[in-house]
């Protein structure tokens, strides 16, 4: 079974920390990952810009953007795409594509990565 | 990250949002400083033992206000702490109270605050130490050394600053939107200036005052968090986070001034780069351009070039001339110059600069882009004058050395065709 592991965290406190608290977060983090790949068990793992990047897409006949991340408690986080984008204004694009073809209701949440560490072997 | 860190780092980044909400409460800042500084007090004793709160800000909120109710100045008389089912109670009391700090409220709160220590009347320079002192947290040393003065100095700054402030009757309502706006664009540029107090930094000081720009960077992203459609802010965040990308480029290991062209682009912070793109991508999306948004285009396409000689001069100084209409200043007019004279030569630029001539007679930039253009038409005797003005201009040893280094140059090549 593949699981996925999402983190939350609130991100004051976590644009207060310095560089170097930052990178050591970082390195313990990696040396975890790193035992994970050479088991064979880590797929892609990916650090995302902060909210303040995001911009969500609300689905429907005619989809709405908004500035900001997803604020809604009323649904639920079902799923993920990562996709090459050369601009926002083709993410924007891709998720509308995304968007005619699935459900018509929800929202996608558009948001760059900061880092991605592709998967290390097929889990 | 010890117990200790952790927990300062947590109230570190929710103080602007405490001391926001705690503000309104009190109408009063030295009493609303002194409850954060008790809740804080109370954080050390109560997080390691029950762990974080879900919500730090409303945490701090309460205890804070509560401290005060149970007599904040009464504390040094060794109080009894309240009992700890009062503080792990919190989680439920929390609810309630998170909801009534609400987004909005937060967001008027913090611009309230902001809006206070940027107060119009007071002196840039008063406006920085206080909202480094009462929104950011910094200690007055810590401001001391970032200004380059004494302790006792930036305390008194901050002093009258504070009273000031305290004689201003700054109304607690919740802003109507044109209100709103007026605010959001007198904090945005204060805290341009307080970045710029930070990047302009130049020689021996210049290490102690990256704080500064990651401080107005830090505050830049929570305003961003409340007010996430303003393309303005998107486009002061951007700008500011592309320029601070190079800050380990702009000066070598002897504190010495790199110019661009000669910048080592490997040094330059790509993460800065790539979330400041990101952020300037959406406030385009809203087509309408204003100042900030322009300056950060600019420096985006400074980012994106691979190397200097890939620099895109002709959108830069359309760019420019967009920022002439939008902001008028010689100081524009001179960078437009700038990248004229990779267009269109050194000839036609100084042409442009004599028309600038008597605006910027005073700056220390002027003389040096009018040295380096009269260098580049071989025009040495005319260069070493502009140089020689930018020399008595200069405002740190890096500039000056930066000038000096120049002048050696035009002296060799002298010596050599002589």
């Known amino acids: ?123 | 990250m010890s117990a200790v860190a952790w927990i300062d780092v947590a109230v570190r980044g929710a103080r602007p949002q405490a001391m926001g909400a705690l503000l309104r409460h009190f109408r009063d800042l030295d009493l609303a400083e002194e409850a954060f500084q008790e809740a804080c007090l109370r954080a050390l004793k109560s997080w390691p033992k029950n762990g974080p709160p879900r919500d730090t800000v409303a945490w701090l909120v309460f205890v804070g206000r509560n401290a005060a109710l149970d007599g904040v100045r009464s504390r040094r008389r060794e109080r009894e702490l309240p009992g700890e089912e009062a503080l792990s109670d919190l989680s439920d009391a929390e609810s309630p109270l998170a909801e009534q700090l609400d987004e909005a409220g937060y967001r008027d709160d913090l611009l309230r605050l902001l809006f206070m220590c940027c107060h119009p009347e007071l002196p840039a320079t008063q406006q920085i130490a206080l909202a480094l002192r009462i929104v950011c947290g910094l200690t007055v040393p810590e401001i001391a050394r970032a200004f380059l003065v004494t302790d006792v100095a930036m305390e008194q700054r901050i002093t009258r600053a504070k009273n000031r402030v305290a004689a201003e009757q700054i109304p607690f309502e919740t802003p109507g939107a044109p209100e709103r706006e007026e605010r959001l664009a007198a904090v945005a540029a204060v805290l341009y200036l307080l970045f710029n107090e930070g990047y302009s930094a130049t020689g021996g000081g210049a290490h102690v005052r990256v704080p500064l720009c990651d401080e107005a960077i830090r505050l830049a992203r929570l305003l961003l968090r409340l007010f996430p459609g303003e393309p303005e802010m998107l486009g002061l965040t951007a700008l500011m986070l592309l320029q601070h990308s190079r800050s380990k480029a702009r000066l070598d290991a002897h504190g010495a001034i790199v110019l661009l062209e000669d910048q080592d682009r490997d040094l330059w912070d790509r993460g800065r780069i790539e979330e400041g793109l990101a952020l300037l991508d959406k406030a385009l999306r809203h087509a309408r351009p204003e100042a900030y948004q322009v300056q950060a285009a600019i420096a985006a396409l400074h980012a994106r070039a691979p190397c200097f000689e890939d620099t895109d001069w002709a959108e830069i100084e359309q760019l420019y001339a967009a920022l002439e209409r939008l902001q008028p200043s010689p100081v524009v007019s001179l960078n437009r110059a700038v990248a004229v004279a990779k267009l269109r030569g050194p000839a036609t630029a100084l042409v442009m600069l004599d028309a600038l001539a008597r605006d910027l007679g005073g700056y220390f930039y002027f003389f040096g882009v009018r040295g380096a253009l009269l260098v580049d038409l071989g025009r040495s005797d005319e260069a070493r004058e502009a140089f020689d003005r930018a020399l008595a201009l200069a405002k740190s040893p890096a500039e000056a050395a930066h000038i000096r280094l120049q002048i050696d140059r035009l002296t060799r090549k002298k010596e050599a065709e002589g």
């Open chain 1, 1 to 123: 079974m593949l699981y996925a592991i999402l983190c939350y965290d609130s991100e004051d406190a976590v644009e207060s920390w310095t560089p170097e608290q930052d990178a050591t977060v970082t390195a313990k983090l990696d040396v975890v990952t790193e035992r994970l790949a050479r088991q064979g068990r880590l797929g892609p793992v990916a650090r995302l810009m902060p909210t303040t990047t995001a911009t969500t897409l609300r689905k429907g006949e005619e989809p709405i953007i908004l500035d900001g991340p997803f604020a809604e408690t009323k649904e639920q986080l079902l799923g993920l795409f990562i996709v090459e984008c050369a601009s926002l204004e083709q993410a924007i694009a891709t998720a509308k594509d995304l968007g005619q073809a699935g459900s018509t209701s929800g929202s996608y949440e558009i948001r760059p990565l900061r880092r991605l560490r592709p998967a290390a072997a097929r889990p």
